[in-house]
């Protein structure tokens, strides 16, 4: 679908290994997130940046590192200090940081770490 | 931080009946409440979002109530169908740092049963 693109769909990696998420968007959004879902957890969220060349830690930031070097794009690292890397996660979009605006949602990817 | 609680985890209706699902949150400054909706496989998206200064709020079939002073949100499904089985979210938005994030609940899947 169009806005919020996520790569790959599913990925696979070995403990230990570093694995970098992709998410593009053509909204032309300010505002970008990464959400982690588990089963029965919800959305929580790791990481957001407001504005290019910043970003700010959400409620489990630990073991992730972003960027954002340009505004359409938003990668997620997953490090090998992450415990349970393995769950789904979601980017976001939405125009600014106001209370209302709505967040668009990616894909999804889905990654499994043994 | 805000912390949602939402209620039920899951919820069965047979079509045609009602589903309402209840959240509460924690932080009294929280001024926006948001739904979203997840189907199976796909992505969150948004249904519904009331504001604080509104009481309820009408779409079609779905509507939200709000009471500020109980600090707990509801969202209403009349005339269910198959097609609202989903994951459903709330979530709440409220300031801080320069900036507003949403902190969701831990969602509530609903099954409309034929």
């Known amino acids: 679908d169009g806005g919020i693109t996520q790569s790959p769909k599913y990925l696979f990696r070995k403990e230990g290994q570093n694995v970098t998420l992709s998410c593009e968007q053509n909204l032309n959004h300010d505002a970008m997130y990464w959400y982690r879902q588990d089963p029965g957890q919800g959305l929580r969220l790791i990481y957001y940046?407001?504005?290019?060349?910043?970003?700010q830690k959400g409620d489990i930031a630990e073991g992730y590192s972003v960027s954002r070097e340009k505004k359409e794009s938003f990668p997620l690292t997953v490090t090998s200090a992450q415990k349970n890397p393995t769950a789904f996660y979601l980017c976001a979009s939405s125009a600014g940081t106001a209370p209302n605006s709505p967040l668009h949602f990616g894909n999804g990817t889905r990654l499994t770490v043994t | 931080g805000e912390n949602v609680e939402q209620h039920p985890s899951t919820l069965s209706v047979q079509e045609g009946d009602s589903a309402v699902i209840k959240c509460t949150y924690s932080d009294s400054a929280s001024n926006y409440f948001p739904w979203y909706k997840q189907e199976l496989g796909k992505r969150p998206q948004l249904i519904i979002d009331?504001?604080?200064?509104?009481g309820e709020k009408k779409d079609q079939r779905i509507a939200v109530t709000l009471n500020k002073t109980a600090k707990h949100f509801s969202l209403h499904i009349t005339e269910t169908q198959p097609e609202d089985s989903a994951v459903y979210f709330c979530?709440?938005?409220?300031?801080?740092?320069?900036?507003?994030?949403?902190?969701f609940g831990k969602g509530t899947k609903l099954s409309v049963i034929p």
């Open positions: 979530a709440a938005t409220s300031p801080g740092a320069g900036s507003y994030q949403l902190t």
């Open positions: 940046s407001q504005i290019v060349n910043d970003f």
């Open positions: 009331i504001r604080s200064n509104v």
